[in-house]
């Protein structure tokens, strides 16, 4: 479907008609006031139901008859399993109108929205679909009068509130593994990308999930998402999105039921390259991919750049024509490398970072210019470690570069952050690999490439950028109880 030509994506946007009202206990409800408005062209691509109290309290309560009177939680878990098979079948059948929903509502070009993120998630729904008949209970050695079982429990009703970068992918990562054992959810998008999570939820109850089990309400997250922080029947929350909304969501479970918090927060994620990498120009042509990538909305973009002083001239020089080379326009557009930002409110944000690195004395390479709610792809080089660009996440096209003497000073700079999401080294020397990898503070720590990996390996940060683990069998963690049963023979 990526060779779908533009003047066809136009037309199927024209003739779409969403989702707009809440999902709970299976039925879509409430009336369509709020306004989505595309960045494509600042036009609104529809009005959608926005939640109070009342319709969390109604979702939470629809999430939690199904979980302790429905039959989801007592079901074997081959049938969980096949009926998140059918989910994931269904969500590819529909993959290129989510895919339109997703670049329509915040901007992301059509061919990453078909062939990056709907990918990823139909892949996480049958990878946990797969992992729900294959989790072990244990039988821990006792004496001989005495018996020890140890037993894996869902956990409860889970609230997932998510970001609009990747509205789905990150949805996807939460609510799969809280399904495949056996929890039941509550899903709360972000106000900018309600529509293609009200389109999964849709798919969801098509493919035969009891009604409650999966459950979408939309709204501010001031709003929605503080009455699913406080709500005192949500077992677990789970949060993708800033640090400082991450601190609201740990002060709501603490005033409440001391709720489970689980945090996947934000970054400033250094990319390091050293003399001796294997390949320099690939090596800058992935420091620039990373960095404009998604727009730069990405939680582990490469925003810090630090190279070898020795090879900086050459490696930023090439990072800057790369970043000149992009072609920006209409995400439905699938010739479109760069899409507009989500919003104008994120766009002025990310503009004030701009004009901070200049007034910083940062030196501009490349960009800093605004069209309507684009930015161009943005360079400072001659950045300094106290400088608020190397500081502060802009979540947007903007790359700080460092450089450096030595592997020591490199570590010193990547660790010198509040954060610690995400890091890169190139070099070709496997010690030095190790090394750094070993010493630098982050959750993921990828040697002689950027963003790679599947979903067999866990992500998440530590320090202020989180804690507990997306994808791969760990997130089953955060969504299941420990039991043991002691019996005397």
């Not at 008949?133 to 997932?160: N, Y």
């Not at 809280?178 to 998008?189: D, I």
Request: charged residues 20%.
């Amino acid at each position: 479907m990526t060779d779908v030509p533009y003047e066809e994506w136009r037309a199927r946007a024209a003739g779409l008609v969403p989702h707009t009202g809440h999902h709970i206990g299976g039925e879509f409800t409430g009336t369509a006031a709020t306004p989505v408005v595309s960045p494509r062209d600042g036009k609104t691509i529809a009005h959608v139901a926005s939640a109070g109290r009342p319709e969390v309290d109604a979702a939470v309560a629809a999430a939690r008859r199904a979980f302790d009177t429905g039959p989801w939680p007592r079901l074997a878990p081959a049938e969980r399993k096949a009926a998140l098979l059918r989910w994931a079948d269904l969500i590819e059948r529909d993959r290129s109108t989510i895919a339109l929903l997703i670049s329509l509502e915040m901007g992301k070009p059509i061919s990453e929205s078909y062939g990056i993120e709907l990918r990823a998630v139909i892949n996480c729904v049958r990878w946990y679909a797969e992992a729900a008949d294959k989790q072990l209970d244990e039988s821990p050695r006792t004496g001989g009068s005495s018996l020890a079982l140890v037993t894996r429990e869902p956990v409860g009703v889970v609230a997932a509130v998510v970001p609009w970068n990747f509205p789905l992918t990150m949805a996807a990562w939460k609510i799969a593994p809280a399904l495949a054992s056996g929890c039941t959810a509550v899903l709360k998008p972000a106000e900018e990308s309600p529509l293609s999570a009200l389109h999964l939820a849709a798919l969801a109850a098509e493919a035969g999930l009891p009604p409650g089990v999966f459950n979408v309400v939309n709204g501010p997250g001031e709003v929605a998402g503080r009455a699913l922080g406080e709500h005192p029947d949500v077992d677990v929350l789970a949060f993708t999105g800033s640090t400082e909304v991450g601190r609201h969501f740990l002060r709501y479970a603490a005033g409440s039921n001391l709720k489970r918090v689980w945090l996947e927060l934000g970054g400033k994620s250094p990319n390091i390259i050293l003399p001796d990498a294997p390949d320099l120009d690939a090596a800058a042509d992935t420091a620039a991919w990373g960095i404009f990538f998604n727009a730069g909305e990405m939680c582990t973009a490469p925003s810090r750049l630090l190279v070898h002083r020795s090879i900086a001239s050459r490696v930023v020089d090439r990072v800057v024509a790369r970043a000149e080379s992009l072609r920006t326009g209409d995400p439905l557009d699938p010739s479109t490398e760069m899409g507009p930002l989500v919003s104008l409110s994120h766009h002025a944000r990310v503009m004030s970072h701009i004009q901070a690195a200049k007034s910083d004395g940062a030196r501009l390479r490349t960009g800093a210019t605004a069209d309507g709610r684009f930015i161009a792809p943005t360079v400072f080089d001659q950045v300094k470690p106290d400088m608020r660009l190397a500081r502060e996440e802009v979540f947007g096209p903007v790359l700080a570069v460092l450089e450096f003497d030595s592997v020591d000073e490199a570590i010193t700079l990547a660790n010198d952050t509040d954060y610690g999401l995400a890091a890169a080294v190139w070099t070709s020397d496997l010690s030095t690999a190790h090394k750094v990898s070993r010493s630098l503070r982050a959750g993921t720590v990828w040697v002689n490439c950027y963003e790679e990996g599947d979903m067999s390996v866990p992500f998440g940060g530590v320090k202020q950028s989180g804690h507990g683990r997306d994808k791969s069998l760990h997130a089953l963690d955060k969504y299941t109880d420990l039991k043991t049963t002691w019996i005397e023979l």
